[in-house]
T-cell receptor
Framework: IAGITQAPTSQILAAGRRMTLRCTQD?????MYWYRQDLGLGLRLIHY???????GKGEVPDGYSVSRANTDDFPLTLASAVPSQTSVYFC???????????FGQGTRLTVV | AQSVTQLGSHVSVSEGALVLLRCNYS??????LFWYVQYPNQGLQLLLK??????LVKGINGFEAEFKKSETSFHLTKPSAHMSDAAEYFC???????????FGRGTSLIVHP
């Protein structure tokens, strides 16, 4: 089934640990995004990539890094997790800038 | 810069009643506008979108929205609510130099029997 796959679906992580959230799409979309969803705050952009090989910072990039080595994969890394990074993380992609975004099912991360 | 304001974090309606979810946007260029729906423990899925052309756009599940440039609004409506419409709804705008989607804070639609 075409779409976006995120892994893991949920994770409990000790503070200070490193964690990579995986995101893979098979739609050959150029643009990819990482958002975090927190109650009352909606979705906030962490990082984005308009095309393979390029990345940019969103609204809340601190403590996170991304890479875009190819079209399909867009992993998000937390170098040293902190409790404030407890959230639901969504990866999304769009065919090109301005078109609708397609979302993965999310990763629920709890940092303790 | 672009932004989205959704009025009302919660909207409660009776089954069969009109649904109206409000969205106002700001954008320095003609915007692309979207409504997404999120069911519990799921990702977001597109309800409808406005890019160019007809300002009244129809989406899935009987929803529609009208782009009003003079009011910078893109309100979502449905004539008759169904219990299955209970979900979180997000308005989003993209435009400007980066065309990255910016989301509102969401409105939780509650449908009473």
């Amino acid at each position: 089934i075409a779409g976006i796959t995120q892994a893991p679906t949920s994770q409990i992580l000790a503070a200070g640990r490193r964690m990579t959230l995986r995101c893979t799409q098979d739609m050959r979309h150029n643009a990819m995004y990482w958002y975090r969803q927190d109650l009352g705050l909606g979705l906030r952009l962490i990082h984005y990539s308009n095309t393979a090989g390029t990345t940019g910072k969103g609204e809340v990039p601190d403590g996170y890094s991304v890479s875009r080595a190819n079209t399909d994969d867009f992993p998000l890394t937390l170098a040293s997790a902190v409790p404030s990074q407890t959230s639901v993380y969504f990866c999304a992609s769009s065919r090109e800038r301005g078109t609708e975004a397609f979302f993965g099912q999310g990763t629920r991360l709890t940092v303790v | 810069a672009q932004s989205v304001t959704q009025l009302g974090s919660h909207v409660s309606v009776s089954e069969g009643a009109l649904v109206l979810l409000r969205c106002n946007y700001s954008s320095s260029v003609p915007p692309y506008l979207f409504w997404y729906v999120q069911y519990p423990n799921q990702g977001l899925q597109l309800l409808l979108k406005y890019t160019t052309g007809a300002t009244l756009v129809k989406g899935i599940n009987g929803f529609e929205a009208e782009f009003k440039k003079s009011e910078t609004s893109f309100h979502l409506t449905k004539p008759s609510a169904h219990m299955s419409d209970a979900a979180e709804y997000f308005c989003a705008v993209s435009g400007g130099g980066s065309y990255i989607p910016t989301f509102g804070r969401g409105t939780s639609l509650i449908v009473h029997p």
